[in-house]
């Protein structure tokens, strides 16, 4: 069964990187970004080959970047900015479309991506019945 849900888009007073940089502090300093979340165009994601957390003697990998931002976004929707059981588990993304416009002299990569979760009731449900049967190892096959 497929449940589709519209996500709740953050609004934050602090910057994207700012709190990406403080959620996960395995990247921080190191995300060249500024802008906001990137719903739309008015709040795009800057990615900055100039910025001065990039590192002048290795090449630039603007791709990597967006993609860690995408990810970075996608767990700060689902998880940590929810509350309680209102979070999910189990998430996982795939690329659908990704398109380049253009406005004038600005440019903007518009990405669009498929997200599947399990709500953390189901998720742990799931996983009790996993651990309860031994992995389903002694199930017979289908």
């Known amino acids: 069964m497929s449940t589709e849900m519209e996500v709740r888009k953050l609004r934050t007073a602090e910057t994207p990187k700012k709190i990406i940089e403080a959620d996960f502090p ?84 518009v990405l669009s991506y498929h997200v599947t979760a399990f709500p953390d009731p189901d998720w742990e449900s799931l996983k009790r019945e996993w651990e309860q049967n031994n992995g389903f190892k002694s199930s017979p096959a289908a």
Request: without cysteine; glycine residues 14%.
């Open 26 to 109: 395995s990247i921080q300093g190191n995300l060249p970004i500024s802008g906001g979340w990137g719903y739309t165009k008015e709040d795009a994601v800057y990615i900055d080959k100039n910025h001065p957390d990039v590192s002048k003697n290795l090449p630039f990998d603007g791709v990597g970047v967006e993609y860690v931002f995408v990810g970075k976004r996608i767990y700060e929707e689902l998880i940590i900015f929810r509350s309680g059981d209102d979070g999910f588990s189990g998430i996982g993304w795939t690329l659908i479309n990704q398109k380049l416009i253009s406005d004038g002299d600005s440019k903007f990569d």
